[in-house]
């Protein structure tokens, strides 16, 4: 049993290396080995109810690593950030961004548009849409079709324009959501 919880932690320090980029390749020897040792185990009947709860506690906390190692390499696959392991040489620069962050951490406007007649100021659309659809893309959400944008621009000039007024519409981020904001336009 203590040859097991070694392995395990062998193993756990092999993925930690693979994950931080100091191992070229996954420990897939060192995992083939505690299975097997977990398998052999699994197999004897023990029949000292310490050892029996020893074994269950470390079977449970190797498959939750197991666990969680497939969900860091298929984070890693898909080309996301793993949680607490940053390139070494992007920790100064992050602690400066994130500074700045805080400061910053007010709404960011992407484009401002103010449009009378949807029907009849197409670029002004065009060009909002275009913005909004950008600004969706780079965080990483679907833009709208052009057919539902339009919709809500139209129903947003005929509730707030009333007398022909113009109604400003704001593309701006805010902690990595994009929000599209409309109000009359008061000149």
């Not at 420990?27 to 050892?51: F, G, H």
């Not at 449970?60 to 860091?72: D, S, V």
């Amino acid at each position: 049993m203590t040859k097991l919880e070694a392995e395990i932690k062998r193993l756990e320090a092999e993925y930690n290396m693979f994950f931080a980029g100091r191992l070229p390749r996954l420990p897939w020897e060192t995992r083939a080995r505690v299975e097997s040792l977990v398998k052999r185990y699994d197999r004897i009947p023990l029949k000292n109810t310490a050892q029996r709860f020893r074994f269950d506690t470390v079977q449970a906390r190797f498959t939750k690593f197991c666990e969680l190692w497939e969900r860091n390499l298929r984070r890693q696959e898909e080309g996301r950030q793993l949680r607490g392991h940053r390139a070494v040489a992007e920790q100064p620069a992050r602690a400066a961004d994130a500074a700045a962050d805080k400061a910053d951490a007010e709404t960011k406007v992407v484009h401002v548009a103010a449009i009378r007649d949807p029907g009849r100021e197409a670029d002004q659309m065009q060009s909002l849409y275009e913005q909004l659809s950008q600004a969706r893309k780079d965080a990483g959400a679907q833009p709208l079709p052009f057919k539902q944008f339009a919709a809500v621009v139209k129903a947003q000039v005929s509730k707030l324009g009333g007398d022909k007024a113009a109604v400003k519409f704001r593309v701006a981020v805010q902690d990595g959501k994009v929000t599209l904001a409309a109000r009359a336009d008061e000149e």
